[in-house]
């Protein structure tokens, strides 16, 4: 994984993770890459260090990072975790073991799935999966019955 910072037209830097240069440079091509303040595909790499002879490579860009980065919601997990009391993280990791054992994963399907147990199109049965704050507040106000809870790390 790389970590570029880039620039778009309008002058707006962010930064963003590739796998590596070749993924960058055909993003880039096919202006798969959005501005994250406004959306434009004009995107080029910022200068994030003053250029030393050569051009081009990858040997210059001094942001290049050997592991991959975690999620903002694996962080975030991790740090809740590690605020959390030692019982509630115990209690927490029991619960998830249980859903493990009885509830069919479905992993980023669940509000779909949840939507077909609810309208009677798929049995009736236990499932755990990921979904987004707003999947969450749609199936809640659609009457269907689900439970969040904090996904800690196993190896917490
Ligand atoms: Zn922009």
């Known amino acids: 994984m790389i970590l570029y910072r880039l620039r778009c037209s309008k002058g707006h830097e962010f930064e963003s993770w590739f796998k590596d240069s070749k993924t960058y440079e055909r993003q880039e091509k096919k202006s798969l890459i959005g501005c994250a303040v406004c959306g434009d595909?004009?995107?080029?790499?910022?200068?994030?260090?003053?250029?030393?002879?050569?051009?081009?490579?990858d040997a210059e860009?001094?942001?290049?990072?050997?592991?991959?980065?975690?999620s903002p919601e694996q962080q975030q997990m991790a740090a809740l975790a590690r605020r959390m009391p030692k019982e509630m993280r115990e209690a927490l990791l029991k619960v998830r073991a249980e859903v493990e054992k009885n509830c069919e994963p479905v992993g980023?399907?669940?509000?779909?799935?949840?939507?077909?147990?609810?309208?009677g199109e798929?049995?009736?049965?236990?499932?755990?999966?990921?979904?987004?704050?707003?999947?969450?507040?749609?199936?809640?106000?659609e009457g269907i019955e689900f439970g969040r809870l904090p996904w800690l790390p196993r190896a917490n």
């Open 108 to 119: 980023e399907r669940f509000a779909e799935e949840a939507r077909k147990i609810h309208y």
């Open 122 to 141: 798929s049995d009736k049965r236990g499932i755990y999966g990921e979904t987004s704050d707003e999947e969450a507040r749609a199936l809640a106000e």
């Open 61 to 70: 860009i001094p942001a290049a990072v050997p592991a991959p980065a975690p």
């Open 41 to 57: 595909s004009k995107i080029a790499r910022a200068i994030m260090a003053p250029r030393i002879g050569k051009k081009g490579g």
